[in-house]
Every structure is written in C-alpha cells, then in structure tokens.
C-alpha cells in the first residue's frame, strides 16, 4: 500500500514555495545557509526564513502568487542563520544536522502510483491524492465532475489495467482556499519507506535532512538493497551502512552528490518539491 499526494495538493504547494525561496538562495550565493518554514491556507502565506541571504517582500511575493495565486496576504519573517551554525560552516563543508537517514529501493507499488499519480496530474493539474493497493486505486481528484469520474476510471482500467475508486464521496473543490497547507508535512508522499525524523523541503544543501536522504534513496536504487546512515552537526564524514557493510563518505562529496540531483536530475529545489524523492 502507498499514498501519493500531486504537486497541488496544500502542502506540497508550501513545500513548492519552500523550494523556490532556496532556489532563489542559490541564485545568491554559491552555498547559501537557509531553512524556510511555510504555513499557508484561506487567503494567508505565513513564511518564516532563518538564511544567510536576507529575502524580502519584494523577491517572496511573486513565488507566492505564482505557486499559490494572487491575492493571499504574505505575512514574512527572514532573520539571519544563528551565530554558532553559521561558523560549524565557516571555511569548510560540515554536516549541518544530527540525524539517522534510509533508503530503500521504489516498491513496484510505489513506481506505479508514482507514474500514474503523473498522469492524472496531467489531466486535471488541481489538488489530488491517491492511494494503491496492488492494482486497486483509490483516486481522490479535485475539480472532476461524475463525467470526468467516468472518463478516468476507464482510462485508468484500460490502459493501465487499475481497478479504481474515484471520488468515494463526490465532487469536491480542494486547494489552499479550502485546507491548510505547511512544509515538509507529506513526507510519506515523497520517501516511501524511508521517512526518519529530518525533512527534505526548504533546506539548503549543507543540511543532512535534504542532501543524505537524497544519497541514501540513490544508493538503494543503485546497489539494490536497504540503505541507512547518521551524522552529527560538524561531522566531515557521513557513516552509511549498504548491504550490511559500513563505507565511509566524506560531506563535501554527498553535499556534491546531492546537488548534482536536485539541479541537474529535478530542476532545482521547486521543481524537487513537486514530487519528493519517489518521483516519476
């Protein structure tokens, strides 16, 4: 069984916003610090940026009203990073975080929700989750009408073979004027199996959260087997444990490695928001 929400759903419209603002971090600075939080819903985007790069109104409001829409109130607080984290990364790449960090291959489930999720998406781009159980579907889809139910649930039995359930109880508007929306709150959406206690949105690459996630995930699909690590704030080495034995990964070369996906594989960090780590 797997659960994948789409790119409008609320929350991963704050983890899109999330993902512009360090975007518009490494527009700045080559190796910005930042951790931006998004609370948003009925008409308010509160944004709360703790960043070496100042963000003001005049830069975040065209993200909100491009990702969100126009007309909802933007409540900002940007402060600088605090003192004792900016200097753990003075002069080197240091890890940023204390964690533990799996990875696990795609189930076959979650590779074809994920694909289908897509497609869906395509049809109708408006808020939608999802859920799979072998090749039984459970489609919660805004903005379709019982027509349209009936177009997608032959499209998805024809040419994909899926039993699903459209709209169990009807017609629904969803969207950020409907629910709240806040970062990082569909991990289970965007990791699967793997979810620990680190969050992958609205973070720079020096934070372990985002950048040994992304090495775990790549490494379990590469080496095909479970893959975990941890980390202290400070450390230069990460510990990663792949099919029962210990390597040794120096930071700058999983912070390399991680950047390397987010801009060259997604697009950069908005666009890594849409769909998290299990992406089609």
Not at 29 to 36: I, L, Y
Not at 75 to 80: A, F, Q, T, Y
Not at 120 to 135: A, L, R
Not at 147 to 162: I, K, P, T
Request: include cysteine; charged fraction near 25%.
């Amino acid at each position: 069984m797997f659960e994948k929400v789409n790119p409008y759903h609320p929350d991963k419209v704050a983890d899109r916003i999330a993902g512009a603002m360090i975007d518009l971090a490494y527009q700045r600075e080559e190796n910005p610090r930042a951790a931006v939080e998004v609370l948003l819903g009925h008409g308010l985007v509160h944004i709360i940026a703790e960043s070496s790069v100042t963000f003001d109104e005049d830069s975040v409001k065209p993200i909100v009203e491009r990702i969100y829409g126009k007309g909802a109130t933007l409540h900002l607080l940007s402060i600088p990073q605090d003192s004792h984290l900016a200097e753990n990364q003075k002069g080197a790449v240091r890890c940023g975080d204390n964690g533990i960090f799996r990875g696990y291959q795609m189930t076959p489930e979650q590779d074809n929700l994920t694909f289908l999720a897509e497609k869906i998406t395509e049809k109708f781009p408006y808020d939608g989750k999802y859920i799979i159980s072998g090749n039984d579907m459970t489609v919660c889809q805004s903005h379709v009408d019982m027509n349209d139910a009936l177009e997608l649930e032959y499209m998805l039995m024809s040419d994909y073979g899926m039993t699903a359930l459209i709209n169990p109880l009807g017609p629904w508007t969803g969207g950020p004027d409907v629910d709240s929306g806040a970062t990082n709150r569909k991990l289970g959406s965007d990791m699967g199996d793997a979810v620990t206690g680190g969050g992958l949105h609205g973070k720079d690459l020096s934070k372990a959260d985002v950048s040994v996630n992304i090495v775990c995930h790549l490494l379990a699909q590469e080496r095909r087997c479970p893959v975990s690590a941890m980390c202290s704030i400070g450390d230069d080495v990460v510990r990663f444990k792949v099919n029962g034995e210990y390597e040794d990964h120096f930071y700058d070369a999983v912070v390399a490695k991680a950047r390397e996906y987010i801009f060259e594989k997604c697009g950069g960090f908005e666009k890594f928001a849409e769909w998290g780590l299990l992406r089609p």
